[in-house]
């Protein structure tokens, strides 16, 4: 092993020749001069960013733990606020359901009241429904918003409610016309045995007017009211015998009179066709049968025209 040594004073150098083993001592003690403060170096850098590392763990531990916890509040917001507008929805559909079962019991009052064949309207069964499928092409499908269908649909429902109210109303309102329309006999079995008009007494023998007509029958069979009103007389009148006046509105109302037993009273809201009294022979009668008079606007007329004129 050969060392150079340059004199920097003189400006001249000097060499020194080591042998093997002198050379490889003075090897090893360069070495170690020069290995162990890098080795030093190295041990110091690794143990300050192991202690940094030490130092960050619990901080970023609390960082993760932080926004774990966020998270879980966020997604609990979203269960309740979901689980809310399900309700909402449920209740919805729920109204939406009542409302449909009233709507096809008025459908069925209506297919009653205006005496439709009862399959043509069957609100017992889905409406049918048919016809091949056709694809539209061109137009790609777009589900619609689930609340926006509910409001629409039942927007449509409360139309169609007010529709079939306003249509019972004017039904009802023809069926309460039809029975105040006075119109029929106001008995269910027996003959006209006296006209409205002139006549002879049959207790005077004198020419005088009779203001009704009069029905002949068996004892006790039944009067029927002619059309629909309200009882404002039941009880005994001079000459009529056990009488009966209904009051039909409108100006009309009818006397049904000579009864053996009146089945109102005064204040009953009678139908047409009900049963009001039992024919007999009471009052100023010579036999078994119903005087029956027709009033419009407080005077007497002839209640042949309503007899012989069709109900509604």
Partial sequence: MKIIILSKKYGNCRSINLGIWSGALLSVCLACLIGVPVAAYVTYLKLVSDSKNHLLEPEIRQVWAERLQEQEILIEQARQQAESKLAALTLRVAELQTRLVRIDALGERLTTMAKLDNGEFDFSQPPALGG????????????????????????????????????????????????????????????????????????????????????????????????????????????????????????????YAHNKENLVKVGDVVKKGQIIA?????GRSTGH???FEVYKNGRAVDPSSYIHRASR
């Fill in 289 to 291: 049968h119903v005087h």
């Fill in 278 to 282: 039992r024919m007999g022979t009471s």
């Fill in 132 to 255: 091949p499928e056709q694809e539209i092409s061109g137009d790609s499908f777009s589900p619609p918003d689930f609340s926006h269908a509910i409001e629409e649909l039942a927007q449509q429902i409360e139309n169609r409610q007010h529709q079939l109210e306003t249509l019972e109303a004017l039904l009802a309102n023809r069926k309460l016309e039809n029975d105040v329309f006075i119109a029929g006999r106001p008995i269910t079995k027996g003959w006209m045995s006296s006209r409205y008009g002139r006549r002879t007494d049959p207790f005077t023998g004198r020419i005088a007017w009779h203001s009704g007509v009069d029905f002949a029958g068996k004892e006790g069979s039944d009067i029927i009211a002619v059309a629909a009103g309200v009882v404002v007389w039941s009880g005994e009148r001079s000459g009529y015998g056990h009488m009966v006046e209904i009051n039909h509105g409108k100006g009309f109302s009818t006397r």
